[in-house]
């Protein structure tokens, strides 16, 4: 059974970016709407969610503060997503529970890198 993976991002061509690097090894699921992807979280809960942080209506801060607080996602890996490169957003990020951050324009090895690292936390690595 393959992992789930929900990405939020409320550019729909980012979110078909991802959907078409990663759904070949994971179930993809895409939001474009922080609210929604908090609704549909209500009734699943996927292996990792990666989230923008610009977004209108709740930008993606608002949005992994919701994800820790709920119980049931409150470990759930998380990766932000940013076209802001600087360290003051890196941190902010991972003050709130972020696992990692990527910045926009991505590499898809790098994001794959990232993905495997945080469903498979000790086993991902090819070579030790």
């Excluded at 759904?23 to 549909?40: C, F, G, H, M, R």
């Excluded at 809960?45 to 989230?51: A, E, F, G, Q, T």
Aim: hydrophobic share 40%; net charge negative; with cysteine.
């Amino acid at each position: 059974m393959k992992k789930t993976i929900l990405v939020l991002d409320d550019e729909i061509s980012i979110c078909m970016l991802l959907q078409n690097f990663l759904s070949a090894d994971y179930d993809v699921i895409t939001k474009n709407n922080p609210i929604e992807a908090l609704e549909w979280l209500d009734g699943t809960i996927p292996d990792l969610i990666i989230c923008d942080i610009q977004m209108p209506d709740m930008d993606g801060y608002g949005f992994l503060t919701k994800v820790r607080q709920r119980g049931f996602t409150k470990h759930t890996p998380v990766v932000m997503l940013s076209g802001r490169a600087e360290s003051k957003e890196r941190i902010k990020c991972y003050r709130l529970g972020a696992q990692d951050y990527l910045t926009k324009p991505f590499n898809p090895e790098e994001l794959e890198e990232l993905v495997k690292k945080n469903l498979y936390p000790i086993h991902y690595a090819i070579e030790w």
